[in-house]
């Protein structure tokens, strides 16, 4: 995704976390993520993205909710109504899943939407779900390492692929279809010290979460600053998490960290992240609807899109 300042966006409904869900969406299901999603197809989106839990502990749920749709599950249904949006997890916490089980999943979704997975990962924070699943909560660091590596294998070219590694070890075992793409993008998510070391000498692209626009310039360097000390000449995709964004003036408190006003302030305003270094911006939209939302959405493809770059 290098070259044209790109823009995507993480999927509402799907998770409902009350640090970013709107209202509506308590009531919302899938005609609303149908709709959403075809309005980011036609607006030029380049991504759609989905998140992972696989189950909330009673001592969370007031504050994350146990609204967490499954993302292999989600984007595939999303996949058959779009045409040229691409599949992000954002992020997968591949940890909890044998690479061999994660690799089935997402190749075959790769495949389906004819090569349009982003495959996003990352360690996971919720001690209760490891511990369920019977992964190694504090190990999940290391884990996650070794999963990364485990999928190159996995989603790579060949039928049997191979990896031998101290958690996980696979040969002779064939999985088809393949994925449709020759490298599936893998991105890691996090803002931690390990996760910015593991995007930068592991990943394709990295998945900052909750950055500040005044840290963000550091983490970069650093992240090029690994990347080039590892011997790694790819490029890397960076991205961000913009503030919430409202196109136009709004007649209701939309808070005060939401950007809004007319679509070239907006543009001036985000074309700050290209100059730090960034590839493409994560947008979330004010709303109290559906229609609201995809109003938005679409002028903000139509009015401002064009001015980022």
Known sequence: MNGPFAYGIQLPVQSQSTLYAEGWEADAGPEDLLEIARTADRSGFAYLAGCDHVAVPRRLASAMSTVWYDPVATLSFLAGVTERVRLLSHVAVVGLRHPLVTAKQYATLDHLSGGRLILGVGAGHVREEFEALGVDFERRGFVLDECVDALRAALGPDE?????GK???????????????????????????????????????????????????????????????????????????????????PGWDVGRRTLTGRPEALAESLRAYRAMGVDQIQVRFRSRSRSELTDQMAAFGAEVAPHLT
Request: hydrophobic share 35%; charged share 25%.
């Open 167 to 249: 958690m996980y070890d696979f040969e002779g075992l064939g999985q088809r279809p393949r994925p449709a793409q020759p490298r599936v993008p893998l991105w890691v998510g996090g803002s931690s010290p390990a996760a910015v070391r593991r995007a930068a000498v592991r990943g394709d692209g990295w998945l900052p979460q909750g950055d500040p626009r005044d840290r963000l310039p550091e983490q970069i360097a650093k992240l090029r600053r690994l990347r080039e000390g590892a011997g790694i000449s790819d490029p890397i995709t960076v991205g961000a998490i913009t503030e919430p964004l409202y196109v136009g003036e």
């Open 160 to 164: 049997f692929p191979v990896h031998h």
